[in-house]
């Protein structure tokens, strides 16, 4: 196998592709950060009045104003009052002030409401010559000009009050002053006017209008919310490949679990810096404040850190969901709770405050409200005309940035932590998270583990230590008892030849001549319990049940190894097993010199191609691509590139891909695909080809092209092949196995297994004279009692044994020593058979009375013989 490296450059590149093709899906999905920071902005900055547009970063004077003792100046806006009204008017509030003892009060009238504002931000700004402190403006609406028809005038008259003077029980305080200042405007229009009636009212204005930074409050909980909305989009997409069967299959192919996770981590990397660089260039295209002001690595050390860790969460997340539609929605509602509930605590419960401690231990707990946060604290510097600087990240007294950066550095190794140990229980099977901790620990992080182990390989060490290691485990054969009924010569309970070959398993000197051993293997899976035990206050009650019972069985070096058994009997378990993929509770196994049981030596994987029932291809590549990036990542034995790009083409060739080698897989017939799933397993010379059902689905022809591939495939390696199809195991297997309730029923070559399990013969005969005729004359003629008539249609009769026929037949098999005597017995029996069909031929009369035309005999088939074995199965359709 490559190196590490080679293989995470090789996983890379292939994500690297796959993006590529998928860029427009990759697009939506990534573009949501980026439209709700947007969105986020958009409202921030039409919230803020147009002239704002403009004005640099500013703090307000008067936060916490002391009511109307702070206030020394007051704008007046009288837009439609003459001259001598806006004198009157100033006249009258300066004397209302002096009341209150003020009387240096100044007072600054202002032709129209924007010159005030305009005023207002020079203020804001800290210009010199802006003293003016908002209080009051009193703003007289349609003065008229002329009294009405009934010699009255009426007058609304509005006092806007700033709303920093109104805050809490300040209230009290303005109120009668406020009276005070718009009695006093009534009066003084009254004089000028002669009016005789006044609507006035108070409106409160947000002095906050006239350049507030609104974004502050709003862009920091939208843009953690856009990026937490990554941890969804992610482990989405890392729960869709594992449901496509993508990651199983890559790492049975040989892909180490780390590469294979870093492929995912740097190609997000890559992603989440273009989503930083899109996310702060709308940020500076809409100008936000707090974002132009601060120094940029205020910014991006947040986001960079973040990303670092909400990828690895993300990754642990994906070990919750079974599908990715569960993950998406799951995730992409939950983090919107995550982000937004802490969010509206602290700004509306907590009134913005909170102190360093909570923030940091909340963060520590919720990277996404860390994130916030440091937005927020940044949104508020600036806010506060002290944005935060570069210098600024030393001081962590006043800046949280770098301290929450780090809190996300360490959130990240500890989520790898916790990934790894997710991924150590997923495949090793360790049944406890805190075991696969202890397993993590030992195994990966100390080394302390066992060669064999089905993880080492994350550990670093070399295959070499690995085989060195794992070789010594090699069960001797004698490490598993045999089974009492195969014990000695066996008991006659099991086939014959599956006790020899339980015997020969358990003789170490034979065990150069098998590719595959397995002795005394088991597995269990749990399952709900049927309705009709389901206990009703144990909701969701499972049970275990046994899938592999004490399985023994052996591939020998070089052989297609046809895996029989009716559905549901534990030939896809078995070679999950044998690849790694399912943990037994018990038994040795061994492929070639490594051994994969009790514990995975994934060095073997190195030598084992998997063609896996269901296609496991990636659409978007095509079959070259898909070779190639296979190719890379379980390496050439010379390291040739040449040699490679020359496997790849030969194998194209042989399995018939010439002209689909550039089409993208997702274009393929199904027939096609089961092509490149056949090719892909032999990519690298394997030792053993693990062939799943691999003809499912396709038309005779492609059938029939699979099996040329099979033919050639056999002649440089073993091959297991699992298949419901009869004729395909007995036209391409040297041996056969049936499996039944975990256990293999009989084993051997195909002539063996109908010799042996068949019913018999089957004889047609066709005649153009009487079939009656013809009946009589052959059961009687045959072995009495061995015959009986199946079926007679028209001018043709159909022969079969009898089960006494059978039986004499068995009896005379069963005294034969060997498989050899026991051909010899079939051959004698055709032999017969032939001879009395055919022996009218020597006598005219009979055979004029006769009149047959055609005659043919028929052996038992193996579906026959597969049949009278599938009965067996526990749960079966009979
Ligand atoms: N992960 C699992 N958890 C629980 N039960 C499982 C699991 N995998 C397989 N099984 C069950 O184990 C039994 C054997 O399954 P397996 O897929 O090995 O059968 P098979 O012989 O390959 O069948 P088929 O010919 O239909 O592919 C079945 O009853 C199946 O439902």
Redesign the pocket.
Known sequence: MPSLWRQLAAALAMRRTLIRRELRSLIAGFLIPVIMISIASLVSTSIVIPSADAMPSFSRPFVNPSALKDVDAVGLVLPKATDAQAAAVTASLKASFAALGKPAMPLMPFASAADFQASLIDFYRGRPNASLVPAAIVVPDAVPTAPDADGKQSIKLAVLVDDVLVTGSRLNDIAPVMEAVADNAKQALLQQTGAVSFNSLFTVFASDKFGYDISSAFVPPFAASAFAQMISIVASAVVEEREAGHRDYLITMGLHPFAYYASIFVINIVIFFINIGASSLVLYLFKIPSFINTNYLNWFLPMLTFSLCCIVLSMCLAFMFRTQASAGAALGFGMSIVVFVPYFFVYFVANDEISTGALYGISAALPTFGLYRAFSEIGLAAQNGTPFTLASLADTGRNPILILSLIFVAQTFLYAYILAALVYRDLTNTKSFVGALVGVTNNWILGRGNGGSATNAVGGSSSEQYIRASTSELFDGTAVAVPAAAAGGGDGSIDAEVVREIQRISDPATANEDIIRMAGVRVE???PVSRDRARWWMPGETERFT?LDDLWLAIRKHECFAYL??????????I?TLIGM?QPIGGHATIGPFSILPRYNTAARAIIGICP?FDTLWGKLTPREHLRFLAAIRGSSSGNANAVEAEIESLIGEVGLMDFADASIESLSGGNKRKVSLASACIGNPSVVFLD?PTTGVDVAIRRSIWNVIEKLKQRTSVIL?T?SMEEADALSDRIGI?VNGQLQCVGTPQRLKTVYGCGYKVTVRTRGSPDDVRDWFLGGMDAGAWDVARQVGSTIVFQMTAAGVAGLQAELAAARSDKDKMLVGFERLRRIFAFIESPAGQPELAARLGIVSHEVRETSMSEVFVSFAGLQKGADK
């Open positions: 899976f749990t399952k899938v058994g009716p559905n549901g009997c534990g030939k896809t378990t078995t999950k399912v029932q059902e699992t419901h499996m």
